[in-house]
């Protein structure tokens, strides 16, 4: 059963770029979501996708966005690139209205 | 404004001893919490939760007490043992699960000696 995959594992980009990150929930999942941990922080929660919408958002600029196809899987997508969006991207899939969250290794992102 | 925290960020204990991280929250609307734990190069990996309507959880080692009169929680490992070397997290729901966008502190990074 596999679990949380996220592609890619590293990226490095320069500013004013974009980038599309990608995940596929844990096996079952119907719920995705994304968190960002920047060095020597703990995960901050960008959104959450279910039934392919937007439900949840933390407090994440516009230039955050995402995406949820109709298999669960998801696209984080983050445009006009700054140096303090360096950082290690999160996905963590879920059950609807379950009690944990099952995270991905994460997508190391940096921003030259 | 940190919403959750976790005021040591290490934590070293001898192996076979009992761990006790801890974890302080602002936010009244927190009504779910839950302990994360993470190695190098891998996502965090899900430990024990606990309802605002209890105030412990047990499940092996692991036990989580919750005081939501000091707004506190503490995980404790005993026995420690050496692959619980690691950073943990507390985070923290306001929605009443753990299935929603969660707060994070910082961590705490456990350090078991042998």
């Known amino acids: 059963d596999a679990g949380v995959t996220q592609s890619p594992t590293h990226l490095i980009k320069t500013r004013g770029q974009q980038v599309t990150l990608r995940c596929s929930p844990k096996?079952?999942?119907?719920?995705v979501s994304w968190y960002q941990q920047a060095l020597g922080q703990g995960p901050q929660f960008i959104f959450q996708y279910y039934e392919e919408e937007e439900r949840q958002r933390g407090n994440f600029p516009d230039r955050f966005s995402g995406h949820q196809f109709p298999n669960y899987s998801s696209e984080l997508n983050v445009n006009a690139l700054l140096l303090g969006d360096s950082a290690l991207y999160l996905c963590a899939s879920s059950l609807r209205g379950g009690n944990e969250q099952f995270f991905g290794p994460g997508t190391r992102l940096t921003v030259l | 404004d940190q919403q959750v925290k976790q005021n040591s960020p290490s934590l070293s204990v001898q192996e076979g001893r009992i761990s006790i991280l801890n974890c302080d929250y602002t936010n009244s609307m927190f009504d779910y919490f839950l302990w994360y734990k993470k190695y190098p190069a891998e996502g965090p990996t899900f430990l024990i939760s606990i309802s605002s309507i209890k105030d412990k959880n047990e499940d092996g080692r692991f036990t989580v007490f919750l005081n939501k009169s000091a707004k506190h929680l503490s995980l404790h490992i005993v026995p420690s043992q050496p692959g619980d070397s690691a950073v943990y997290f507390c985070?923290?729901?306001?929605w009443g699960g753990g299935a929603d966008g969660l707060t994070f502190g910082k961590g705490t990074h456990l350090i078991i000696q042998p």
């Open positions: 985070a923290a729901s306001a």
């Open positions: 096996s079952g999942h119907d719920t």
